[in-house]
C-alpha cells in the first residue's frame, strides 16, 4: 500500500476512534476498531484484554525487538470544551475530538507505519506493535501488563506528542504521603506542639530542598507539595497534618533511591511512596534511533511528562505528532499534516535503522 493510502487510512481510523469512547479501562469499543485494521490488512493480531498487539511477518528470534507502542484511552472530557468531543471533524487543517492529539495521532501514524513494514524481509530489527489500554491512569492492565506476553524489547518508540522532535528521556514520578504530627487540644488551651505550626518548618524544607544530581537532559529533580489536610472542627488543634508530595524524578536517580533520601532527610514522623514502579526513561544520543533522527533534523529534549516509557526497563524514544500542550484541553485537536508529517517520518526513520 502506498504511503498517501496508507496516511488517508490512517486519518479515517483515528476519526473513527475519537467518536468511540474509551476512556481508561473501558477501551474495549476502541479494541475493536484496532483489530479491525489488522484484519483488513491481512495481519495476524493478538487481544489480551483491551491491548492489541502483533509482531512483523518475518519475525526473527536472533534479531534484536523494536516496540511500537501507543495507547488508545483517554481521558474524560472536562467541563470548558465547547464542541462535542466525541464529534471528529476537520477546519482549517485541525482535526477535533477527545483523543486526538493525547494520543490517536500517535497510535494511527505507528498503525500506519507498522503495517508499511509488516511484510518486508531481512529487517535488522523485529518489529512489536501495541496499542495499549489503561497509560492515562497508569492501571494495571495496559502496557506494564504485556511485557510478560509480547516478545523479549530491546529499545522501543513511545508514541506521545511530542511535534516529532526526539524526547530522548523522560521523568518518573513518586507520590508521597506524608505525616506531620503534633498533640491535640482544645483551642482555648496553650499548645506548643501544635501540628499545624509544626507543618511551616515542613512546608519550608520541602520548598528549598535540591537533589543534588541534575540531569543534562532533564534537569533537576522536581519536588511539589500538591495538597494538604489537617483539622475537623474549629476548636480542636489535629493530631497531625496530611500532606502529598508530587516527586518528578529525572534520570540521575531511581525512583527507590529518591524514597530513601526523603525517608532518611525529610522532617516528616512519616513519608511514603504510593508506587516506585513509574521511573525515568531514557535512551542513549549514541542509539542508532537518536542518530538517525538527529541526521533529520528532529531536535532532541528532556519531557517533564509520563508516559507508558516508565514501564519499560529497556531504552526507549518518546515521539509522535502533535503537541503536548494541547493535551487534556478543551476542545482538542491535532493538524491533518502532523499526521501526514508524523508517518513519514517514522517511515523515514526506520528506513534508516531497521532496513
Known amino acids: 500500500m502506498k504511503i498517501q493510502q496508507l496516511t488517508e487510512k490512517a486519518i479515517s481510523l483515528l476519526k473513527n476512534l475519537i467518536e468511540t469512547p ?43 525487538t523494536l516496540l511500537l507502542n501507543s495507547h488508545h484511552d483517554t481521558v474524560k472530557p472536562n467541563s470548558a470544551y465547547t464542541n462535542n468531543p ?30 508499511h513494514f509488516y511484510q518486508q524481509k531481512d529487517l535488522k530489527y523485529n518489529l512489536v506493535i501495541v496499542a495499549s489500554a489503561e497509560e492515562e491512569s497508569s492501571g494495571s492492565n495496559g502496557l506494564n501488563s504485556m511485557l510478560s506476553i509480547i516478545p523479549h524489547i530491546d529499545v522501543a518508540i513511545v508514541g506521545e506528542p511530542t511535534l516529532m522532535n526526539l524526547a530522548i528521556a523522560e521523568k518518573g514520578l513518586v507520590v508521597f504521603d506524608a505525616v506531620v504530627e503534633g ?100 535512551i542513549s ?34 515521539l509522535g505528532p502533535g503537541d503536548s500542550t494541547r493535551s487534556h484541553s478543551a476542545d482538542e485537536f491535532i493538524y491533518i499534516s502532523e499526521i501526514e508529517e508524523g508517518i513519514q517520518i517514522y517511515i523515514e526513520l526506520l528506513n534508516r535503522v531497521i532496513v
Open 22 to 64: 474509551s476512556f481508561s479501562s473501558e477501551e474495549d469499543k476502541t479494541a475493536l476498531l484496532i483489530e479491525n485494521w489488522f484484519k483488513t490488512n491481512n495481519i495476524p493480531f493478538k487481544r489480551t484484554k483491551n491491548n492489541v498487539w502483533a509482531t512483523n511477518k518475518y519475525f526473527d528470534k536472533s534479531k534484536p
Open 86 to 115: 466525541f464529534k471528529a471533524f476537520v477546519k482549517d487543517d485541525k482535526l477535533y475530538g477527545l483523543g486526538s492529539n493525547d494520543a490517536g495521532g500517535c497510535l494511527v501514524s505507528l498503525i500506519a507505519t507498522f503495517t
Open 183 to 282: 498533640t491535640p487540644s482544645h483551642a482555648a488551651h496553650p499548645n506548643n506542639n501544635n501540628a499545624i505550626y509544626n507543618s511551616i518548618e515542613v512546608l519550608q524544607w520541602f520548598k528549598d530542598f535540591k537533589f543534588e544530581k541534575t540531569s543534562k537532559a532533564l534537569g533537576d529533580v522536581k519536588m511539589t507539595v500538591t495538597q494538604i489536610k489537617a483539622g475537623s472542627q474549629h476548636n480542636v488543634v489535629p493530631a497531625h497534618v496530611d500532606l502529598v508530595i508530587d516527586v518528578r524524578v529525572n534520570d540521575a536517580y531511581s525512583n527507590k533511591e529518591i524514597a530513601a533520601i526523603l525517608e532518611k532527610k525529610s522532617p516528616c514522623t512519616k513519608i511514603t511512596p504510593r508506587s516506585l514502579r513509574l521511573n525515568s526513561s531514557s
Open 285 to 318: 544520543t549514541e542509539h542508532d534511533l537518536v542518530k538517525a533522527g538527529i541526521t533529520m533534523g528532529r531536535k532532541t529534549y528532556g519531557s517533564p511528562t509520563l508516559s507508558d516509557q516508565s514501564v519499560l526497563t529497556c531504552q526507549s524514544l518518546k
